[in-house]
């Protein structure tokens, strides 16, 4: 099994030395410190027994630390369930949470900022700058670490596109060609739909895609102030209402959590989904895909997403100490290139590109590169304030005026109203 292979790779390392710095003082070896660490799933295949090997090799190269895994659901649920054991007083030291939850924690007391423990400068500067936008403080503080990180990309079936007279090898890459490519698997190819682009789970995080594209950032870097109602962010709706107007993709709501078996059965042109998605699909597909940065409108884009490693406030030193070790481990290259393999998340530092699996990976599976690729053109994800309540305004937004046929203008208008009555205390 794919994660069996990936624990020998990662069990391997001891014998290298794997060099993993501490934060320095604390417990030493005989001091024995139990840590639980909470993360979600929001992909698919078998990744907790992935995560479960991870924490058995820490645990054997850090043997005055025992830790507990608990898979906590999805990154909601991960985030009610740290709430719920911090009243409880039972918090995590570490925990797997959405890098654009960084400001609600920190303003809620739920995080110790990990640039407040450590000042190892090498390690925290060690990770894509595109992924440090929404793991640093307004301050400049660094908050948390990427772990699981991603981009939107667009998948495309080439055996669709062949049937359809389309050059299989080639992605659209403008949003009209994206249509036109669409509309022609669907009249020519045999496919049921052209295109899908979910509209649950993550709505905002596609509408932020195509704001992007559009010229427009969804919400400014202090997370007060949002842009919901610019006209750019209107075009975008418009143009995703126009799909299902045209017929390429279905009436209603595109579900997150099925779209990706939904394209691995074959029955569509044209998918966005994340790049953590992509072990998933490449697993589950009997026909061969291709893997592209998101089509342009205005200009290329895509939002960053996924989550990062979070200390949790209210543990001792010892805890502290350890949770920052845990969190060196997850982050290191070594296991950052096997993370990237078994999940299809980017590595969120350079060196992991360079080191294997990973670096074999991308050279027979080119498709793996295509997210670090578009890093260039990546903004940071939304992440005001209040990031869930603030971010439900702008998906009710995009979800009436897909399945109910709102006018997306009137819906973005009161989107922003009611962001701005929930930010007004922050400013």
């Known amino acids: 099994m794919l994660h069996r292979r990936h624990l020998s790779i990662v069990a391997g390392l001891s014998a290298l030395g794997l060099a993993l710095s501490s934060c320095g003082?604390?417990?030493e070896d005989g001091d024995q410190v139990s840590i639980d660490f909470y993360y979600p799933i929001a992909v698919g295949g078998p990744l907790e027994e992935t995560i479960d090997g991870y924490i058995e090799q820490f645990e054997e190269e850090n043997s005055?630390?025992?830790v507990t895994a608990v898979y906590s659901g999805d990154y909601d649920q991960t985030l009610a369930s740290v709430q719920s054991a911090s009243q409880a007083g039972n918090m995590?030291?570490?925990?797997?949470?959405?890098?654009?939850d960084l400001l609600t924690l920190d303003d809620s007391d739920l995080i110790r900022p990990i640039g407040e423990i450590t000042d190892d400068e090498d390690w925290l500067n060690s990770f894509e700058e595109a992924f440090m936008v929404n793991s640093t403080l307004p301050d400049g503080t660094v908050a948390s670490i990427p772990f699981q990180?991603?981009?939107i990309v667009m998948y495309w079936n080439k055996e669709l596109f062949e049937e359809a007279g389309l050059d299989p090898e080639t992605a659209p890459e403008t949003w009209d060609e994206m249509v036109e490519f669409g509309q022609q698997v669907q009249q020519d190819g045999g496919a049921q739909w052209g295109v899908q682009i979910p509209s649950t789970g993550h709505a905002i995080w596609m509408l932020e895609a195509m704001a992007i594209q559009n010229g427009v950032v969804l919400d400014d870097e202090t997370g007060t102030e949002t842009h919901?109602?610019?006209d750019g962010v209107v075009t975008a709706l418009e143009n995703w209402v126009e799909l299902k107007e045209e017929g390429i993709e279905p009436e209603g709501l595109v579900d997150w959590g099925n779209l990706p078996n939904e394209f691995a059965n074959g029955d569509t042109g044209i998918v966005w989904t994340t790049t953590g998605n992509l072990t998933n699909i490449r697993e589950n597909a009997d026909f061969d895909f291709g893997v592209a940065p998101l089509p342009t409108q205005e200009q290329p884009g895509s939002p960053?997403?996924?989550?990062?490693?979070?200390?949790m406030e209210g543990l001792s030193e010892e805890e502290e100490e350890a949770a920052v070790e845990l969190a060196q481990?997850?982050?290191s290259p070594e296991i950052q290139a096997d993370w990237g393999v078994a999940s299809g998340y980017v590595a969120t530092r350079e060196d992991a590109w360079e080191t294997e699996p990973l670096a074999e990976y991308v050279e027979d599976f080119p498709q793996a590169e295509v997210a670090k690729d578009q890093l260039p053109d990546a903004e940071r994800e939304f992440g005001t304030f209040r990031r869930q309540e603030v971010g439900d305004f702008a998906t009710n937004a995009v979800q009436?005026?897909?399945?109910d046929g709102a006018d997306p203008r009137a819906e973005l208008e009161e989107a922003q109203e009611q962001a701005d009555s929930t930010l007004d205390e922050y400013r």
């Not at 960053?304 to 200390?311: D, F, H, M, S």
């Open 304 to 311: 960053t997403g996924g989550g990062n490693l979070y200390v």
């Open 329 to 331: 481990f997850l982050s």
């Open 92 to 100: 995590p030291a570490l925990s797997v949470l959405l890098s654009t």
């Open 149 to 151: 990180r991603s981009t």
């Open 228 to 230: 919901f109602d610019e």
């Open 25 to 27: 003082g604390g417990a």
């Open 400 to 403: 009436s005026a897909l399945s």
């Open 64 to 66: 005055h630390i025992d």
